[in-house]
């Protein structure tokens, strides 16, 4: 039984080391980047226009009231602003500031605005795209990520949890085997942990 044990924490320990390999080297890269923002700046793209929206195009009518629910765009107003969106438009936030409509989207790289001026019926749009690095770095913090991200950095911290767990205990299991597992183990554990008591400052 406590062979059969054993043999499953190594089972498990490897699997599960394999199974994190790519997101591990994912968040050491991107958390490499990140202490060494500076190293990796780009200049963000940035695009804008107006517009006018034809007469035809219905506006909802606006309350002054804060505790107004935000109204809805009429179905032709969506697929005209659609056609000239780089973003699907289930990705924006509508709110209301009258006489404004206001359409937000956020994404690890990327953010963008549609402002609809009610009176003027003008139409501007800002977008903002800051490159292939601040995307995955916004990814490694999860800013505006969605919720499938966050759920697999929940999974990938278990399960790295467990990973380092299952290799103590195989520790434990081979110290005879390796005279110096101790000396390491206590090394690797002692060291980051003297830096991090070092660096703070509470």
């Given amino acids: ?18 199974y994190i390999l790519t997101a591990l080297t994912f968040f050491a890269a991107t958390g490499f980047m990140l202490n060494h923002g500076a190293w990796f700046e ?9 517009a006018n929206l034809p007469d035809d195009l219905p506006l909802p009518a606006l309350s002054d009231d804060e505790n107004a629910p935000t109204p ?11 056609e000239r969106s780089p973003y699907p438009m289930h990705a924006y936030t509508l709110k209301a500031e009258p006489p404004q409509l206001i359409l937000e989207t956020s994404a690890p790289g990327s953010e963008a605005s549609i402002t609809i001026d009610s009176e003027t019926r003008s139409v501007g749009y800002s977008g903002r795209k800051n490159g292939i690095i601040s995307l995955l770095n916004n990814l490694h913090k ?5 919720r ?12 790295t949890i467990l990973v ?7 520790l434990v299991y081979y110290r005879k085997q390796r005279s110096s597992t101790w000396l ?12 991090i008591f070092l660096s703070i400052h509470y």
Avoid at 142 to 146: I, L, N
Avoid at 164 to 170: D, F, K, P, Y
Wanted: net charge positive; glycine share 6%; aromatic share 12%.
């Fill in 1 to 18: 039984m406590n062979q059969t044990l054993w043999r499953w924490i190594r089972i498990i320990h490897w699997i599960l080391g394999a």
């Fill in 42 to 50: 780009r200049d963000p793209i940035e695009t804008q226009w107006q």
């Fill in 72 to 82: 809805a765009l009429s179905p032709k107003l969506t697929a005209w602003l659609a």
């Fill in 142 to 146: 999860g800013r505006h990520a969605p």
């Fill in 148 to 159: 499938i991200w966050h759920l697999f950095m929940d999974s990938f911290a278990i399960l």
């Fill in 164 to 170: 380092a767990i299952s290799g103590l205990a195989l």
């Fill in 184 to 195: 390491w183990t206590t090394t690797g554990i002692s060291i980051p942990l003297i830096i």
